[in-house]
């Protein structure tokens, strides 16, 4: 048994590195998708994933990095969403889906210029979980810190604008200058992410352990830890998984943080319909208690 | 330092679109006024003029002697429905606190009097029966109380309010009218967006819109059968 779990990550370095990888990535998605998850950002955080699109298949036909390409990717989506919504007076969903398809679309038309457009295209979409790099890893370990700084410093007018932009502004916090440092922490959350789980799935990593942590904590902080807990647990289930069953690993680990969330929303469920019935129940025993409460 | 606020041919609006035109107040420290007038009548439109978070179409208008939004540690805004009162997983304690952020800005680090200041906080309102429970569990009038309180640990010397009283039953909005009473005694003015004409019983100053300043001045002089008849197309059972 301890071989079927840990045998092959003592046994192969490629599997360490992606499970070092997937850490990594799982606890920058947690610090960022909890405040995506509270302001409500999960189509901008989509539309980011897939605005890289054409900055990584550039850098790809080019030979430079794909990270590089990603944050010019990312940098054109941010400035595009807010250049369309405040100069044409239309709603943040239909600039970010314009958007949105429209850099799909880009990053599908280069890919197809590249000799092997089929794997360039797959690569981006699903990740390459198995084939990080100690750079890579750096690179990671640098977004964590940086994303982890940006929400320390900013978490108070973070928080406020998950209630309310008035709250936030006429708390002398600066409305457009926060919610534009919140898409540059998901931003580079992104760039950070998609080598390992894919342009395509790194809105799953971002959306769905914090989705967990939100079902059960009552503070910032426990949602942020259960997140990054959800998020290592499912690196950990899906990379062991991809092993065992061969199956696509990004596309596991995406998949187990799905079903964690399932799971957990199930239990959540049922203790609430046994509280619910065990408040009938006590209704029934004492009506008196409640006949007191009404005088 | 000037401690009141001056509107004087004021035009309020979106864009470059006014709204309410020709807006003429003074509120002195302790004072009530009460924006009464139907949806899309302007009331709204006009607390966000004061609060900052629109731009004064034309006309002047200064609150505590300054331009709207520049002392937020002085002026709290309670906006109408907070966006994510339904889905927001936090406790009520925490999100009161939130109110002290004003003060403290990015980075200072709360203190022990802030702690106190939203227990008290809590304890006028009764937000302290649920301070654990996570704010979407909670019912609309509960949740009311909860950003009411965080409105007042803000401890401000203005308090704009947009419909305060919305989703409470009659206990709520008695409860709401009193901590308002309370305010003013400490020399807080208060500007009250409402619907209920009760809400305007003990203002100082009430102004009835509908996309005009229709009438202006205590409750009896701007709740006058004419004005509500101009305002509303009825008048109030005597």
């Given at each position: 048994m301890v071989d079927f779990l840990l045998g092959p990550f003592a046994d192969n370095e490629f599997l360490r590195q992606s499970l070092m990888a997937g850490i990594l990535v799982a606890c920058i998605c947690a610090v960022a998708g909890t405040f995506v998850v509270l302001r409500g950002l999960a189509?901008?955080?989509?539309?980011?994933?897939?605005?890289?699109?054409?900055?990584?298949?550039?850098?790809?036909?080019?030979?430079?990095?794909?990270i590089f390409g990603a944050a010019i990717g990312a940098i054109v989506m941010m400035?595009?969403?807010?250049?369309?919504?405040?100069?044409?007076?239309?709603?943040?969903?239909?600039?970010?889906?314009?958007?949105?398809?429209?850099?799909?679309?880009?990053?599908?038309?280069?890919?197809s210029r590249s000799s092997s457009f089929s794997g360039d295209i797959t690569e981006i979409l699903f990740g390459e979980v198995l084939g990080i790099s100690d750079a890579d890893l750096w690179w990671q370990a640098v977004a964590l810190m940086v994303v982890g700084a940006i929400a320390w410093v900013c978490r108070r007018p973070f928080l406020l604008l998950s209630i309310d932009e008035g709250l936030a502004q006429t708390s002398g916090f600066s409305v457009h200058r926060?919610?534009?440092?919140?898409?540059?922490?998901?931003?580079?959350?992104?760039?950070?992410?998609?080598?390992t789980v894919g342009t395509l799935l790194v809105l799953g990593m971002l959306i769905a352990p914090a989705a967990t942590g939100v079902l059960f904590a009552r503070r910032v902080s426990t949602v942020m830890l259960?997140?990054?807990?959800?998020?290592?647990?499912?690196?950990?289930?899906g990379l062991l998984l991809s092993y065992h069953a061969d199956l696509a690993a990004g596309a596991s680990i995406i998949l187990v943080t799905v079903l964690?969330?399932?799971?957990?929303?199930?239990?959540?469920?049922?203790?609430?319909?046994?509280?619910?019935?065990?408040?009938?129940?006590?209704?029934?025993?004492?009506?008196?208690?409640h006949a007191q409460v009404h005088l | 330092m000037s401690a009141n606020i001056i509107?004087?041919?004021?035009?309020?609006?979106?864009?470059?679109?006014?709204?309410?035109?020709?807006?003429?107040?003074?509120?002195?420290?302790?004072?009530?006024?009460?924006?009464?007038?139907?949806?899309?009548?302007?009331?709204?439109?006009?607390?966000?003029?004061?609060?900052?978070?629109?731009?004064?179409?034309?006309?002047?208008?200064?609150?505590?002697?300054?331009?709207?939004?520049?002392?937020?540690?002085?002026?709290?805004?309670?906006?109408?429905?907070?966006v994510s009162s339904h889905t927001l997983p936090l406790?009520?304690?925490?999100?009161?606190?939130?109110?002290?952020?004003?003060?403290?800005?990015?980075?200072?680090?709360?203190?022990?009097?802030d702690a106190s200041i939203v227990s008290d906080v809590m304890k006028r309102?009764?937000?302290?029966?649920?301070?654990?429970?996570?704010?979407?569990?909670?019912?609309?009038?509960?949740?009311?109380?909860?950003?009411?309180?965080?409105?007042?640990?803000?401890?401000?010397?203005?308090?704009?309010?947009?419909?305060?009283?919305?989703?409470?039953?009659?206990?709520?909005?008695?409860?709401?009218?009193?901590?308002?009473?309370?305010?003013?005694?400490?020399?807080?003015?208060?500007?009250?967006?409402?619907?209920?004409?009760?809400?305007?019983?003990?203002?100082?100053?009430?102004?009835?819109?509908a996309q005009r300043v229709v009438a202006q001045g205590t409750p009896a002089q701007a709740l006058s059968d004419a004005a509500l008849r101009a305002c509303f197309g009825f008048t109030q059972p005597h």
């Open positions: 189509f901008v955080g989509d539309a980011l994933a897939h605005g890289v699109v054409p900055g990584v298949a550039t850098a790809t036909l080019l030979g430079v990095s794909g400035t595009g969403v807010a250049l369309v919504s405040r100069r044409f007076r239309m709603s943040s969903d239909t600039s970010i889906g314009l958007l949105f398809v429209g850099m799909l679309a880009l990053g599908v038309i280069i890919t926060y919610h534009n440092m919140m898409l540059g922490m998901v931003a580079l959350t992104v760039v950070a992410s998609f080598q259960t997140a990054a807990g959800v998020g290592i647990l499912s690196t950990y289930v964690i969330f399932a799971l957990c929303a199930i239990v959540v469920e049922i203790q609430r319909w046994r509280g619910h019935r065990k408040d009938i129940h006590h209704d029934h025993e004492q009506p008196h208690i | 509107a004087s041919s004021l035009a309020v609006g979106y864009g470059h679109r006014p709204i309410v035109s020709d807006i003429d107040f003074v509120l002195e420290p302790g004072a009530l006024m009460v924006l009464i007038g139907s949806n899309g009548s302007g009331k709204s439109t006009l607390l966000k003029t004061l609060a900052g978070l629109l731009t004064a179409q034309s006309g002047s208008v200064h609150v505590l002697g300054d331009v709207p939004g520049a002392q937020p540690a002085r002026v709290a805004y309670l906006p109408q429905h907070p406790r009520v304690r925490d999100v009161v606190a939130m109110g002290r952020f004003a003060h403290r800005g990015l980075m200072r680090r709360t203190t022990t009097r309102t009764g937000a302290d029966a649920f301070s654990t429970l996570p704010l979407r569990d909670l019912s609309g009038g509960q949740q009311q109380r909860t950003h009411l309180s965080q409105v007042l640990v803000r401890e401000a010397e203005v308090l704009l309010l947009d419909e305060p009283t919305a989703g409470l039953d009659v206990s709520g909005r008695r409860a709401v009218a009193d901590l308002i009473l309370q305010e003013r005694s400490r020399g807080v003015i208060v500007v009250m967006a409402t619907h209920e004409l009760d809400d305007a019983e003990t203002a100082d100053l009430v102004m009835l819109l």
